[in-house]
């Protein structure tokens, strides 16, 4: 099934802006002389003022130091909207699909502009000035492609936190980056039902131990009722009747902050991944260009969540600064039927189409029927992103979402990567299902073994970058030693991904997942230590292992060995207890899929937990434990066996 190859069709590569020799001729140009290419490739946005230093980048132990075009200034928003204005103002900017299939709007440049400088004055008036943090928390409604340019715009750094993480998440990343200004509404909306995001606001301000948050903005989406402090808190269409809609782009330096996103890591907190401004957007409109093979009049449509990475680079930022239409989208799949993302395509002639494994795994699960029964006729291209694709399901979606007509590229990419690094390009690149292809322009991935050395050829190992690529991140936020320590101290001298791949003799990269303690639950990353620390807070708890398992519909699923305090009971009401603490606690994403009560975990005689031995009970594999002389107690493991969760 593996060695399958789907060749480049015609149509395809009729009017791409690269076919396979034009690949091949800028690859070897990008990798061989970044300057040259780069300095080139940075012209794609404009500038304030021009750059005359295209890379000056440093991998070296101690040393981690990446800025690219540093010298020049320009600002994001600027070229998301204003650029635009003379030649494609009355052009649809931002297409909005409601969770109803009753509501949905288009959003011209023209508006966009006018929205997005209204947004701006009244954070202004707020306070907000260049470097200042601010904290969305906003379902996928307009407002939060406008506020974000509206940070940009006043040099401000946006951090969006998910509109599932609990109020303790939310606290967490509001006290972590220090914002002084949050942006929210007063209800989401997603598949019918409420998500309660003032008052999640409400009550993570409550947990903050000093008084970090002066204004909280509500954009009014559902009209539901909710608490407004006097003086802090004010409805942004109120805030907005006060200012103009005309606000000046502030000219910032490249290496100026644009965001903050949070992410899971192996160990600790999550991270604050800080992107900036030039270098990010080069390449988040360069990839959403070629990846996607965009072409002038398309309208696009990433089914991500604005609060991932996905929903910065290829919701709002790579296809704004191309003059794209971008469609925003507040449901899910399956409201109100399982042939709604296919409905969209068809109601708003969607040429190209970028979702995750995990949504086309569930929509397998409901048969060919409700994709069958729409047209689907305007797709070109569609695009698979935030975990490996099984070739089963990369068969589904090329032969039955796509009937085998359109290009399917799988891009893989991280939140610190800040747009796709490995993927096909369609009119470029032969296909071969579950493979996420070939390097973008730029990228030099390296295969090491665990010793950390470079390997040739095909073979097997873990996936590191060479150099540096413009749309990297630049630093943890406040914490460039953890920054330097996670990324760069396990093989000195390279980034590292956290993924195991696998090369192949065509050169082509298989992904196979993290060989870190992170868990990719539907293309969401969590980290293990972070729903162990939840779980180990209840009181019945004295610890907690967690590891992934693969998960039909997810991926991977989240597996937690617990083992109770004395006296305590291991029974269902417990489970559901635990489960109902940690999504209280974290939030949904994290919930665990199957918890076992153990006695005792697998430790070495140093006290170590031994991961290997519980991830293969957790897979229903424990046929091959591999080495069990070092484990203090090699009885626990017995019992580990006997009650495992997962069983065939
Ligand atoms: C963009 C995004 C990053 C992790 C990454 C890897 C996994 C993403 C993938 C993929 C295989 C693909 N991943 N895309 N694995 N094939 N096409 O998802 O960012 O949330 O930071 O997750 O997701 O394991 O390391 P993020």
């Given at each position: 099934?593996?060695g399958?190859?789907?060749?480049?069709?015609?149509?395809?590569?009729?009017?791409?802006?690269?076919?396979d020799?034009?690949y091949?001729?800028?690859?070897?140009a990008?990798?061989?002389?970044?300057?040259?290419?780069?300095?080139?490739?940075?012209?794609?946005i404009?500038?304030?003022?021009?750059?005359?230093?295209?890379?000056n980048?440093s991998?070296?132990?101690?040393?981690?130091?990446?800025?690219?075009?540093?010298?020049?200034?320009t600002?994001?928003?600027?070229?998301?909207?204003?650029?635009?204005?003379?030649?494609?103002?009355?052009q649809?900017?931002?297409?909005?699909?409601?969770?109803?299939?009753?509501?949905?709007?288009?959003i011209?440049?023209?508006?966009?502009?006018?929205?997005?400088?209204?947004w701006?004055?009244?954070?202004?008036?707020?306070?907000?000035?260049?470097?200042?943090?601010?904290?969305?928390?906003?379902?996928?409604?307009?407002?939060?492609?406008?506020?974000?340019?509206?940070?940009?715009?006043?040099?401000?750094?946006?951090?969006i936190?998910?509109?599932?993480?609990?109020?303790?998440?939310?606290?967490q990343?509001?006290?972590?980056?220090?914002?002084?200004?949050?942006?929210?509404?007063?209800?989401?909306?997603?598949?019918?039902?409420?998500?309660?995001?003032k008052?999640?606001?409400?009550?993570?301000?409550?947990?903050?131990?000093?008084?970090?948050?002066?204004?909280?903005?509500?954009?009014?989406?559902?009209?539901?009722?909710?608490?407004?402090?006097?003086g802090?808190?004010?409805?942004?269409?109120?805030a907005?009747?006060?200012?103009?809609?005309?606000?000046?782009?502030?000219?910032?330096?490249?290496?100026?902050?644009?965001?903050?996103?949070?992410?899971s890591g192996?160990?600790?907190?999550?991270?604050?991944?800080?992107?900036?401004?030039?270098?990010?957007?080069?390449?988040?409109?360069?990839?959403?260009?070629?990846?996607?093979?965009?072409?002038?009049?398309?309208?696009y449509?990433?089914?991500?969540?604005?609060?991932?990475?996905?929903?910065?680079s290829?919701?709002?930022?790579?296809?704004?600064?191309?003059?794209?239409?971008?469609?925003?989208?507040?449901?899910?799949?399956?409201?109100?039927?399982?042939?709604?993302?296919?409905?969209v395509?068809?109601?708003?002639?969607?040429?190209?189409?970028?979702?995750?494994?995990?949504?086309i795994?569930?929509?397998?699960?409901?048969?060919?029927?409700?994709?069958?029964?729409?047209?689907?006729?305007?797709?070109r291209?569609?695009?698979?992103?935030?975990?490996?694709?099984?070739?089963e399901?990369?068969?589904?979606?090329?032969?039955?979402?796509?009937?085998?007509?359109?290009?399917?590229?799988?891009?893989?990419?991280?939140?610190?990567?800040?747009?796709?690094?490995i993927?096909?390009?369609?009119g470029?690149?032969?296909?071969?299902?579950?493979?996420?292809?070939?390097?973008?322009?730029?990228?030099?991935?390296?295969?090491?073994?665990?010793?950390?050395?470079?390997?040739?050829?095909?073979c097997?190992?873990?996936?590191?970058?060479?150099d540096?690529?413009?749309?990297?991140?630049?630093?943890?936020?406040?914490?460039h030693?953890?920054?330097?320590?996670?990324?760069?101290?396990?093989?000195?001298?390279?980034?590292?991904?956290?993924?195991?791949?696998?090369r192949d003799?065509?050169?082509?990269?298989?992904?196979?997942?993290?060989?870190?303690?992170?868990?990719?639950v539907?293309?969401?990353?969590?980290?293990?230590?972070?729903?162990?620390?939840?779980?180990?807070?209840?009181?019945?708890v004295?610890?907690?292992?967690?590891?992934?398992?693969?998960?039909?519909?997810?991926?991977?699923?989240?597996?937690?060995?617990?083992?109770?305090?004395?006296?305590?009971?291991?029974?269902?009401?417990l489970?559901?207890?635990?489960?109902?603490?940690?999504r209280?606690?974290?939030g949904?994403?994290?919930?665990?899929?199957?918890?076992?009560?153990?006695?005792?975990?697998p430790?070495?005689?140093?006290?170590?937990?031994?991961?290997?031995?519980?991830?293969?009970?957790?897979?229903?594999?424990f046929?091959?434990?591999g080495?069990?002389?070092?484990?203090?107690?090699p009885?626990?493991?017995?019992?580990?066996?006997?009650?495992?969760?997962?069983?065939?």
């Open positions: 099934m593996e399958r190859i789907v060749e480049v069709q015609d149509t395809w590569r009729e009017g791409a802006l690269v076919d020799a034009k091949r001729e800028m690859y070897k990008s990798v061989s002389d970044p300057e040259a290419f780069w300095g080139e490739h940075g012209k794609r404009d500038w304030m003022t021009p750059y005359t230093r295209v890379k980048t991998f070296e132990p101690g040393q981690i130091s990446i800025k690219w075009f540093e010298d020049g200034k600002n994001v928003a600027y070229n998301c909207v204003d650029r635009h204005l003379g030649t494609r103002g009355e649809t900017a931002i297409i909005w699909e409601g969770d109803s299939p009753d509501e949905s709007k288009h011209t440049y023209r508006e966009l502009h006018a929205q997005v400088c209204r701006a004055n009244v954070l202004r008036n707020r306070g907000v000035g260049k470097g200042d943090r601010v904290t969305l928390y906003l379902p996928m409604v307009p407002e939060a492609a406008y506020a974000m340019l509206a940070c940009a715009r006043l040099g401000a750094i946006h951090a936190v998910f509109g599932g993480f609990s109020p303790d998440s939310l606290a990343r509001i006290q972590g980056c220090g914002s002084k200004v949050v942006i929210t509404a007063d209800e989401g909306l997603r598949g019918g039902r409420k998500v309660p995001l008052a999640n606001v409400d009550e993570a301000i409550k947990r903050l131990g000093s008084p970090i948050v002066e204004h909280v903005v509500v954009v009014r989406r559902t009209g539901g009722a909710v608490a407004m402090e006097p802090r808190d004010v409805y942004y269409d109120e907005a009747e006060q200012v103009t809609d005309e606000c000046p782009a502030e000219p910032v330096e490249a290496e100026h902050p644009l965001f903050i996103l949070y992410t192996s160990t600790g907190q999550p991270k604050g991944v800080v992107h900036t401004t030039g270098g990010y957007l080069v390449y988040a409109s360069m990839t959403h260009q070629y990846v996607f093979d965009y072409r002038e009049g398309d309208i449509w990433c089914t991500a969540d604005v609060g991932w990475v996905t929903g910065h290829y919701i709002v930022y790579g296809p704004l600064a191309n003059g794209a239409t971008t469609l925003m989208f507040e449901g899910i799949p399956t409201y109100p039927s399982n042939s709604r993302f296919w409905d395509v068809d109601k708003h002639k969607v040429n190209i189409f970028y979702t995750a494994p995990t949504a795994r569930s929509l397998m699960g409901g048969g060919e029927g409700p994709v069958k029964k729409t047209s689907r006729a305007s797709l291209v569609l695009g698979s992103v935030g975990e490996p694709i099984n070739p399901a990369w068969d589904w979606y090329y032969k039955v979402v796509g009937d085998s007509r359109c290009a399917i590229v799988d891009t893989w990419w991280q939140t610190e990567t800040g747009g796709i690094l993927t096909p390009l369609p470029a690149t032969a296909l071969k299902p579950g493979s996420a292809t070939r390097p973008f322009f730029g990228v030099k991935p390296e295969m090491v073994d665990a010793e950390g050395k470079v390997l040739d050829g095909a097997e190992g873990n996936l590191c970058i060479a540096s690529w413009p749309g990297q991140m630049r630093t943890v936020y406040g914490d030693e953890r920054f330097e320590q996670t990324y760069f101290s396990t093989y000195p001298g390279k980034y590292f991904t956290g993924d195991g791949a696998r003799t065509d050169g082509y990269y298989w992904i196979t997942g993290r060989v870190d303690d992170v868990i990719n539907s293309g969401h990353r969590m980290g293990t230590a972070e729903v162990e620390s939840s779980l180990v807070a209840h009181p019945k004295s610890e907690a292992a967690v590891v992934g398992y693969p998960h039909n519909v997810k991926g991977q699923g989240i597996y937690a060995y617990v083992t109770l305090n004395e006296g305590e009971n291991g029974d269902d009401g489970r559901k207890e635990l489960v109902a603490w940690v209280k606690d974290i949904p994403i994290a919930s665990p899929d199957l918890i076992q009560f153990a006695p005792g975990l430790k070495t005689r140093s006290g170590k937990i031994m991961r290997r031995i519980l991830r293969k009970i957790a897979e229903d594999d046929g091959s434990l080495d069990t002389s070092t484990l203090a107690d009885a626990v493991v017995d019992d580990l066996i006997d009650n495992r969760q997962n069983r065939a």
